[in-house]
């Protein structure tokens, strides 16, 4: 039976983690928001799964529907498919690093969200504007720089080699790696421009993910959405570097 | 061989959701920063911990070592150490349902770290006092209910009844959940007085862990720091609610 991702349609947002780990498997999935209100599915069918009697129901999406089984959050879905699509390491302790590794990971995600929206979720982008170039100021010299390094470490000391984050083969927080990087060069195209000179073996693991069969024909296909500024990564120029 | 938690000296912190599962299950632990640098320990070891060229590195504080494996982030340390405590259900996929609720209470620490820091966490709190000001109000009047309502939801929905987050025993999970009520009410005194009117369910879990006698006894203990304002949960009574 298909997986159902249940995520806000048109961003790509912290689904996009998800997608790029059922696409890179070929795993069989239906993007249910973005379905049809005939089949079940669209954006009734995510607020119906949000607002569900039934038992442990999610806070947020993205969640994951296997079964009986609601599983949320990004890195408790990676967790839980990635050996089921042959995406973690078989290892148990390896698992549990992937596991930390996807968690900081989606600490820099949220701390990206909050460049745009450093009071509130729920006000717009132009009514926290200022506080919003203090923090995207912040992230820029010394946040972003912290989390590079420290990804760049991780891949300079893997004992099986810098190809991959955790273990000899490729696995989920690979994939998310590609993500960050692709997010963090749409948003602050000025920032990320020397990424490649700083931090060459997370610039080599993007590209070798990029060159992926599965994750190219993704890339091309109608399910991969274009970013835009609903989604986690926003390109706002006034909150980008302004020189460099 | 004991477990080692590495985490600051002089705050409860992240690393006190950590210590409530290790001193419920009575599992002998070293919290490594606050021992003597004659024994190893301190916050040089900690430092250590930190910058080391061991494989997989943490990016940053609490993480766990047991053994060779160092284990990163809050809900990963518990979601490892959960069964080895008896503090996790048995059953897989309710495993899966605890670190998916563990996850959204780390959220919800990050957004009350962010109610005292919402712009950098480099800067002091004085520096930010302004957009503070604006992101607890946000915080008190539509966060912090929407994830205490949340809680209440699980806990009235939970199959095996109200008394716990997950399944039938006790869990990390609930033992979390004691924390978020003892920090939100120290940081806001005036915006969590009607708590337990309103989430009756999650106030009624708090008390019965406060009750248990393991935590009775660490709650007593020179182990168990103060709340302060060095810490995630911060009583500055200008961002609590003016009114009420």
Redesign the interface.
């Known amino acids: 039976m298909a997986y159902e991702l249940y995520y806000w349609d048109g961003l790509q947002g912290r689904g996009e983690f998800v997608r790029l780990a059922l696409e890179e498997a070929g795993a069989p999935y239906v993007d249910v928001a973005r379905g049809e209100k005939e089949d079940g599915q669209g954006i009734g069918a995510l607020m119906a799964g949000l607002e569900s009697?039934?038992?442990?129901?999610?806070?947020?999406p993205p969640f994951l529907r296997d079964g009986?089984?609601i599983?949320?959050?990004v890195?408790?879905i990676l967790?839980?498919l990635g050996p089921k699509l042959k995406l973690a390491p078989r290892d148990e302790?390896l698992r549990?690093?992937a596991?930390?590794?996807q968690?900081?990971i989606a600490?820099l995600v949220?701390e990206v969200h909050?460049t745009h929206h450093?009071?509130?979720?729920?006000?717009y982008y132009e009514d926290?504007q200022d506080?919003a170039k203090?923090?995207s100021k912040?992230f820029i010299q010394?946040?972003m720089p912290k989390?590079m390094r420290?990804f760049e470490?991780?891949l300079v000391?893997?004992?099986d080699g810098p190809q991959h984050m955790?273990g000899t083969a490729l696995s989920y927080v690979d994939l998310s790696m590609f993500q960050i990087v692709e997010g963090l060069r749409y948003a602050f195209p000025k920032a990320t421009k020397h990424l490649a000179g700083h931090y060459p073996n997370v610039i080599a693991l993007h590209d070798a993910v990029a060159a992926r069969p599965a994750i190219v024909a993704y890339l091309q296909s109608e399910r991969r959405l274009a970013f835009n500024e609903t989604g986690i990564f926003r390109h706002y120029p006034e909150l980008d570097r302004a020189t460099h």
Chains 1, 2 share one sequence.
């Open positions: 009697d039934e038992p442990y129901p999610p806070y947020a009986d089984l599983v949320p959050h890195a408790n967790f839980y302790g549990i690093i596991n930390g590794l968690l900081t600490d949220t909050d450093p009071i509130a979720s729920g006000l926290q506080a203090a923090r912040d010394h946040r989390f420290y470490r991780v000391h893997n004992p955790v």
